[in-house]
């Protein structure tokens, strides 16, 4: 059963409906207006056959709860949480545009040029979230907002989990989130870390940068297998247009076991960022280095032990690093340089009494 709102309909005595945008699996999303701060927002309706639910609705508020802490440029921002007669909303930021998923569809295959500003404004926003301590658990296409002056915004923390409640020994019997993006350790069960977050990011930009998913069936139990046991295609059989540097990391995103990913969407952008800067209107800057905190870390209130979390791939490929070698060079220089000085002038001493 799907909601019937009427035209014209007004939640809270406050947000007016204006027309449905969206749909989901587990809710409605309209185009409204609120009409206190006479602005314009998206409303999001959980469907009236989950009302009853005390799981979807826990996971509603859940979304509305993980969303709201979190202020940042590239996540939508999250304004009101309420309950009428026509049910439980969420009011947000409207963001005029479309999704990426659509735009992919649309485009098939994107050049480096359009792709990468996307991509680091989904590393932008991961990564602060990682940084608050939270995994969004469902990245995908679908929930990354595009505007016409190509403003990517995150959305749907639906399932997100906080890392402080995470057991990183706990096995989930249901999975929720998309079984295309899914990390393999998400659909095993196991626990979610960041690099979960990042593994899901790389299925999207592989499917950007080569028109297709690394791994495509139908099937969930062949699409388990195939992420566990088969290595994905090569993206630069598929578009030969690719660097073979940007394949190399897309590939390192998509390793079956955490450990060998970035470990959070900051790694992710730094290396990244080697591929060009972002227009100057989006006010994107290299993401701190900061310690990740794990699961168990924070679930026992300890302190991170201070480490740098960028690896050595990081180190390499990150066009922040120091060339010692480029310094070194130049001082050998400015040291010859100078110390020819007194030889010139011994010269010109030693002659110049021939011309007086």
């Known amino acids: 059963m799907v909601n019937v709102i009427a035209a014209n309909t007004v939640l809270g005595n406050r947000y007016h409906l204006i027309h449905q945008v969206g749909k989901g699996g587990m809710a409605l999303v309209y185009e409204g207006y609120d009409q206190m701060l006479e602005r314009p927002v998206a409303i999001k309706l959980l469907r009236e056959d989950f009302l009853a639910d005390e799981g979807f609705r ?10 709201a802490n979190l202020t940042h440029p590239n996540i939508v921002t999250i304004y009101d949480f309420g309950f009428d007669d026509n049910g439980l909303f969420i009011v947000m930021e409207f963001v005029k545009g479309t999704d ?7 485009k098939h295959i994107f050049s480096v040029e359009e792709g990468i500003p996307l991509i680091l404004q989904a590393c932008a926003a991961l990564g602060y979230a990682h940084r608050a301590g939270i995994v969004h658990c469902d990245v995908k296409p679908h929930n990354m907002l595009v505007t016409r002056d190509n403003r990517l915004k995150i959305t749907d923390f639906g399932i997100a989990r906080a890392l402080s409640t995470i057991d990183p020994h706990e096995k989930q019997e249901v999975v929720w989130g998309s079984p295309q993006y899914l990390s393999p350790e998400q659909a095993q069960g196991s626990a979610p870390t960041p690099a979960s977050d990042v593994y899901s990011l790389g299925v999207v930009i592989y499917e950007m940068f080569t028109g297709r998913l690394p791994f495509e069936t139908n099937d ?4 388990a297998a195939l992420r566990l046991s088969t290595d994905p295609l090569p993206p630069h059989l598929l578009n030969p247009l690719i660097p073979s540097a940007l394949e190399q990391i897309i590939l390192k995103v998509l390793s079956k076991e955490p450990s060998q990913r970035y470990r959070t969407a900051d790694q992710l952008g730094r290396v990244l960022l080697s591929f ?5 209107k989006y006010n994107l800057v290299p993401p ?4 990740v905190l794990s699961s168990e870390t924070q679930s026992n209130n300890q302190q991170p032990p201070a480490i740098n979390t960028i690896s050595s791939e990081d180190e390499i490929i990150s066009p922040f690093s120091v060339d010692w070698k480029t310094i070194g060079l130049e001082l050998v220089c400015i040291l010859l340089v100078g110390g020819l000085i007194p030889f010139w002038l011994f010269v010109w001493f030693s002659i110049k009494p021939f011309f007086n």
């Open 100 to 106: 990426l998923k659509t735009k992919i569809r649309e």
């Open 58 to 67: 826990e996971r509603f508020r859940q979304e509305a709860k993980s969303a």
């Open 276 to 280: 060009g800067q972002l227009p100057d």
């Open 220 to 223: 969930s139990d062949e699409l």
């Open 288 to 291: 701190p280095i900061v310690p």
